[in-house]
């Protein structure tokens, strides 16, 4: 998810390349017949928060998340293969009633993963060896744009929640998620 987009034989891309690209209609995000189909496509699935957290995250501890919000909801031992509970984030109306309903909670912690795993870890680590920089944006590496608007939708909640005024918070780069 978020890493490789395909384009299909019928020219729908997906946001992903797994088995669920054909059958789970919310993972084709473009036609090659729009202009800029695939910035379009990247710039929908990353304005997705369930795309985000299940790239970050991955389904099975969404699965696992909607599981402890709904004790009807049994998984565990159920499944082979990721994209096999991926089908049952999209396909089972229970899950996908307990992350409509409680989904934005996540917003918080899915942008501060993103932002540990992509933004801070590789500054703070450095990388391995001393070939050069990947540019700031690559296929595999959600962009800080996307990383910062769920944060901003995690602040607002969260202001809105504490009753702060608008406008006030942690800068973005102090504290990108979470005051
Ligand atoms: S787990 Fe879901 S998002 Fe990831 S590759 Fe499989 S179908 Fe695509």
Redesign the pocket.
């Known amino acids: 998810?978020l890493r490789t987009y395909t384009v299909q034989a019928d020219g729908r891309v997906?946001?992903?390349?797994?088995?669920?690209?054909r059958s789970?209609p919310e993972?084709s995000v473009s036609t090659v017949d729009e202009e800029g189909f695939l910035a379009r496509a990247v710039e929908r699935s990353e304005s997705d928060l369930l795309?985000l957290w299940?790239?970050t995250l991955?389904?099975d501890r969404v699965l696992q998340w909607a599981a402890g919000k709904d004790p009807e909801i049994r998984w565990e031992g159920m499944y082979g293969?990721?994209?096999q509970?991926?089908?049952r984030?999209y396909k089972d109306p229970r899950v996908r009633s307990v992350i409509a309903e409680h989904g934005r909670e996540m917003a918080g912690t899915v942008a501060q993963a993103l932002w540990l795993d992509q933004y801070l870890a590789p500054e703070v680590l450095g990388r391995p060896d001393d070939r050069p920089r990947p540019p700031a944006r690559t296929h595999d590496t959600v962009s800080r744009s996307a990383v910062r608007a769920a944060s901003t939708r995690c602040w607002r909640s969260y202001s809105r929640a504490q009753r702060y005024p608008p406008g006030r918070g942690p800068a973005w780069g102090s504290s990108p998620v979470l005051a």
């Open positions: 998810m997906a946001s992903c390349c797994g088995l669920g690209m789970i993972l795309k299940i790239h991955g389904p293969h990721h994209c509970t991926c089908q984030l």
